[in-house]
């Protein structure tokens, strides 16, 4: 599994012109599935992510959660973070988790996000989106081999 997060103060995911999710301030997380990945290992990314403390404090040290700044969560999945470039100039993704495993453990994510009281939006599986967001900081972390 993979995790892309942004820390950001907007984010939004459009389909066919139309905004299917926004949030404020928050995380915009892309998500990547892996052939092997389960619900346990996504249990500890969601742990993870939760956790973060990338927020600034009141002495500009970044120490705040998620649930500190009343933050939301855009999450969005993105098979392509399993791209391997090693050979040729053309990605291969034979590592990727299969369609019906990745839609699955996507979901999974996006309701134990919920489950733990935080605003969750996401995209749309699988469907061409157009996603935007303002990065703060720049901030942006990778998750993998957790």
Do not use: H, W
């Amino acid at each position: 599994m993979k995790f892309v997060i942004q820390r950001v103060t907007k984010a939004s995911v459009t389909v066919d012109g139309k905004c299917i999710g926004a949030i404020g301030r928050g995380f915009m997380v892309l998500i990547g599935v892996g052939a092997e990945d389960t619900k346990e290992v996504a249990d500890k990314y969601v742990k993870k992510l939760l956790g973060l403390r990338i927020f600034e404090d009141e002495q500009g040290k970044t120490n705040l959660s998620l649930k500190d700044v009343n933050g939301e969560l855009l999450l969005v999945s993105q098979f392509t973070l399993y791209a391997d470039c090693r050979k040729g100039n053309r990605p291969s993704f034979i590592c990727a988790g299969a369609p019906a495993l990745a839609e699955e453990l996507y979901e999974y994510i996006a309701d134990c996000c919920r489950r733990e009281g935080y605003p969750v939006q996401t995209g749309e599986f699988g469907a061409d989106m157009k996603v935007e967001l303002l990065n703060d900081g720049p901030f942006t972390i990778v998750l993998d081999n957790l």
